[in-house]
């Protein structure tokens, strides 16, 4: 079996949340979706499970954090392309999302960030494969040796 992540974020108008998400590519799942929650659908290991400020309090003791306020955690998903990191930031702008950063370019990888309209932030990169396999370290010293 393998392992599925299910990201819980609270959200303070799941209809808005339910079109941000659908407008960066993702798909609703209607049998986890109801007033109270919507399954987000990012892969078929890969769903954030948007909460109403409400229903998210069920789940724990703990203060609610205003994601426009405070970070609870920070959330990065790969994409396959740099350009796959440009399109989907230009989706998220577009459906009232924000970039609080500029983009990150290490050579070996690029990533963007982006907050939905609620202020919960995801990270989007792409890492080139090789680099991913031999470390960011050797990857970089092999680039400079075949530049030079």
Do not use: H
């Not at 409400?54 to 405070?70: H, L, M, Q």
């Not at 796959?84 to 070996?108: H, M, Q, R, S, W």
């Amino acid at each position: 079996m393998s392992t599925k992540i299910f990201v819980n974020l609270p959200t303070a108008d799941l209809e808005r949340s339910k079109a941000f998400y659908t407008a960066l590519g993702c798909d609703i799942n209607p049998l986890f979706t109801d007033e109270n929650a919507a399954c987000i659908v990012w892969s078929e290991d890969v769903y954030f499970m948007v909460l109403t400020r409400d229903y998210f309090g069920t789940f724990t003791e703990k203060p609610i954090v205003d994601p426009r306020e405070g970070a609870q955690v920070l959330i990065a998903l790969s994409r396959d392309s740099r350009e796959d990191v440009d399109a989907v930031l230009a989706a998220g702008l577009a459906a009232g999302g924000t970039e609080p950063n500029e983009a990150k370019d290490y050579g070996f990888m690029y990533s963007r960030d982006l907050e939905d309209p609620d202020g919960n932030g995801i990270e989007f990169l792409y890492m080139d494969p090789a680099a991913a396999d031999q470390g960011p370290e050797e990857f970089m010293a092999e680039q400079g040796a075949e530049s030079a």
